[in-house]
């Protein structure tokens, strides 16, 4: 299996703060994007964390989480566009 992710980053760029993904802060941004590559570095390159299965550590537990935050913002944003 590739590296690449299959769902696609979500940015929000502002003039007041850095790009975020739509639904997290800065904070949680960062922490997903650090949650994410360790994901990949854990896995050495036979995928990453999986959406079917529950959480086996607290990283992947925390990932999951903040992607379903940035999952409802995403949402939001795309039934406000519309």
């Known amino acids: 299996m590739s590296n690449e992710r299959i769902f696609p980053r979500r940015y929000q760029a502002s003039a ?3 790009c975020t993904l ?3 802060t800065v904070e949680e941004t960062s922490e997903f ?3 994410d590559q360790l994901s990949l570095d854990s ?3 036979n995928g990453a964390w999986s ?3 529950e959480p086996t550590t ?3 537990k925390r990932w999951l989480e903040l992607y379903r935050k940035h ?3 995403w949402s ?3 039934a406000a566009e519309r």
């Open 43 to 45: 896995h050495s390159g």
């Open 76 to 78: 939001a944003w795309l």
């Open 51 to 53: 959406f079917d299965d």
């Open 16 to 18: 007041s703060q850095p």
């Open 22 to 24: 739509i639904g997290l």
């Open 33 to 35: 994007e650090r949650l």
């Open 71 to 73: 999952e409802t913002g």
């Open 58 to 60: 607290p990283e992947e």
